[in-house]
């Protein structure tokens, strides 16, 4: 995401704005989180732990289902790809339901359908149910990744919008570590031909428990506001520890005024040329630094590198770990560094690693310095673009066209995730051969182009109110 996305990657909101006195320009006074505001932000990320697991689980089931269908490259890369296709609608279409039905109660829905995926992969009996049981993950994959972080974005003070937000971020990445924790576990216990359908049907699990906790937490109050339900509102600010209710109330109600005022504005017209270009390149650098074949194929890679299953998964599970650490380091100084250098300093160190990666693979030597520098990669993406994109699709857009821009930065994030993650075994070989590094190299020369495009051409974002958001730009 892809991971982070992945990934989206996509806050795909009509209104995404902060409802404290922070979004009249700045905040009074330091915000504290209470145990309320706490547990949403908890449950709400949840989404982002089971788009995690759903996306990276299928690495250590590749070689298995080859072998149990004999598949082709092109075939694996569908099945693989198949969840990326199901997210890529998901993105698409969770805006609109989002709206009307709300935020959390969506949320609902894609927890049901997060558990009908592990149902239907472990279940299966033939390739087409297994892809079609993972569209149909991947269509929760790519709603989540839309209302989770608009959920989040909406109840989050301004002064810690960027690391509440951050924590569907980090969810994602403890979804991924428990994702191949879980394949190390269950592979270790001889469990024979069905091994495969336990590793994908573990899922289950996280998906209750989502589903069931999302009867707990509050709606957003700024959806409820949109529906005329002001007391409710009132009581959920009360309830998350905002001190000025009635201060926020009014904010919201302003802001609204001024989107009914302002009304529904094409997305591709020139003023507006910048923002849909920031969306679609935060978005398209995302993927194209390889962050998702690595997810996806671990297992296979370190195979083609020459390990054996038992330390392939296990290498799959170190990645995973400094995945998680970085991240975490990501969402603490994000605020505080900004989006900017993050995602510069990411990309420089992410795009070293690729190109040692490629010389591995071509020259067919050090084969044992694979994992250390596979991390290298994954810790520079972690505290890079996988901290800030979620946060960065979800601050550069006015309200006027905010669904629809973040829609296109979301659906941007998921078609280059099914392309990579498609096209990966068509071109990738085992150590030693012709152009074996060949995709490897593609993604470290991608790195380089994202150092000139977001040193030429992205602006920084922290610590900038919403409201204010808009004239920051056209002012650059």
Known sequence: MPLRAGLGFILTMKSLRHTDPGDRGSEAGPVNINAALLGATMVGALGGLLFGFDTAVISGCQEALVKLFSLTRGEQGFMTASAMIGATVGSLAAAKPGDRFGRRDC???????????????????????????????????????????????????????GRLVACFQVNIVIGVLVAYGSNYVLGSMNLGAGEWRWKLGVQAGPAFAFLVLLFFIPRSPRWLMMKGKSEEAAAVLERIGVADVAGQIAVIQKSLREEETAGAQALFVKSHARLVFLAIAVAMFNQLGGINALWYYADQIFAMAGFDKNASAMQSVILGTVNLIATLFGMAIIDKVGRKPLLIWGTVGGGLSLAMVTWIFNSNVHANWLVWLLAGMVICHAFGQGAVIWVFISEIFPTSVRSKGQTLGSFTHWFMAMLISWSFPLVAGKLGQPNAGLPFAFFAAMMVVQVVVVGAFFPETKQVALEDMSRRLKTR
């Open 107 to 161: 949320l609902k829905i894609v927890a049901a359908f997060y558990l009908l995926c592990a149902i239907g992969c472990a279940s299966a009996s033939s390739l087409w149910m297994i892809v079609t049981a993972r569209m149909l993950g991947g269509l929760a994959v790519g709603a989540s990744s839309v209302l989770g972080p608009m959920y989040l974005a909406e109840i989050a003070p301004t002064s810690w919008r």
